[in-house]
């Protein structure tokens, strides 16, 4: 066995006019409980240093882009990286990344994993970016990631940190099954996930009180059609009047449920995780090699 202890380091509510510094204080307390109980990794939410901004439609662009981060580590979040290195705890961050690239200035929906000794081991940026580009009639919020986000250019990444097989991916990424299959045929061992889910995302009732059962239903099946473990961490509670769903949790290769969260507010969650659980799966039912069929699954890339 090759145990990596995992933090699930769900969220409350993020306010509007909360700081990044005040946020951060909240993020190094998590650590530390996580630390405290044997952790060698804490897993943060999607864009967890500020509010789920783009449920409201701005039109001036600075006030947009003061939801971004220039440059990652930066001051505000320094601390963090700071307290991490000397707990050496490895830490996965989802922020809001406005970079200078390819001659423009490009905005993604991002997230990175920072290894024990404090370096940026593997960065990911959001493709699947749901809801839409302009805000809708007859939304109580809005839900505007692909007007302040472009899709993710850097594919699914998987690479070899702390031992691990580590993959990341970001919210609706999890429903997905093509997001799991890419880091599967990487051999991924664990991938992590951040959420912001609205529990009104579209205006059906009878959709939206399905809204947990399709959370866990998601990364279930993902982590048992790619015998991977899958770390799933909200953040939710009713920010700015909008209701997230939180049920963190940690699902093992056999898609099993092995922790969750039980409240809707900063909560550490946490788990030893046999990265060898997998092996078993990979080597019979989930054999890629031996029992995928490419030739057969054609239209999956050919739109
Ligand atoms: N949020 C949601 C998510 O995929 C959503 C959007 C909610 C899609 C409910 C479908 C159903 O979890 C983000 N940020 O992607």
Redesign the pocket.
């Known amino acids: 066995s090759r145990i990596m202890t995992v933090a699930a380091a769900q969220m409350g509510p993020i306010a509007r006019d909360e700081s990044r510094q005040a946020v951060v204080a909240r993020l190094i307390d998590m650590l530390r409980q996580a630390k405290d109980r044997g952790a060698d990794l804490v897993v943060y939410p999607?864009l967890c240093l500020t509010t789920?901004f783009p449920r409201w439609m701005m039109e001036d662009q600075d006030e947009v882009d003061s939801w971004f981060e220039r440059t990652m580590p930066n001051p505000a979040v320094n601390p963090l990286f700071e307290a991490a290195r000397e707990s050496e705890v490895g830490f996965c961050l989802g922020y809001a990344e406005l970079a200078q690239e390819d001659g423009g200035t490009r905005r993604f929906n991002t997230a990175i994993l920072v290894d024990k000794a404090g370096r940026v081991a593997l960065k990911y940026r959001k493709v699947h970016l749901?809801?839409h580009a302009e805000p809708q009639e007859g939304r109580k919020f809005q839900?505007l990631?692909k007007r302040y986000f472009e899709p993710g250019n850097l594919g699914f990444p998987v690479r070899r940190v702390m031992d691990a097989n580590m993959g990341l991916c970001i919210?609706?990424d999890?429903?997905w099954p093509e997001t799991y299959r890419v880091m599967g045929l990487q051999d991924v061992e664990m991938v992590l996930c951040g959420?912001?889910?609205?529990t009104d995302?579209?205006q059906d009732p009878a959709i939206n009180r399905l809204?947990d059962f399709?959370?866990h239903l998601s990364m279930q099946a993902g982590a048992y059609q790619n015998a991977t473990w899958v770390v799933g961490v909200a953040k939710g509670g009713v920010e700015e009047g909008s209701e997230m769903i939180t049920h963190s949790a940690i699902f093992a290769p056999s898609g099993e449920i092995v922790a969750q969260a039980a409240t809707m507010e900063d909560e550490v969650v946490t788990f030893a995780c046999d990265l060898e659980m997998g092996r078993k799966y990979k080597e019979t039912i989930f054999n890629f090699a031996a029992h995928r069929e490419p030739d057969a699954y054609r239209l999956i890339v050919e739109r």
Request: glycine residues 6%; charged residues 20%.
């Open positions: 999607e789920f749901p809801g839900h990631e919210c609706n999890r429903r959420y912001n889910t609205p995302h579209v809204s399709h959370n």
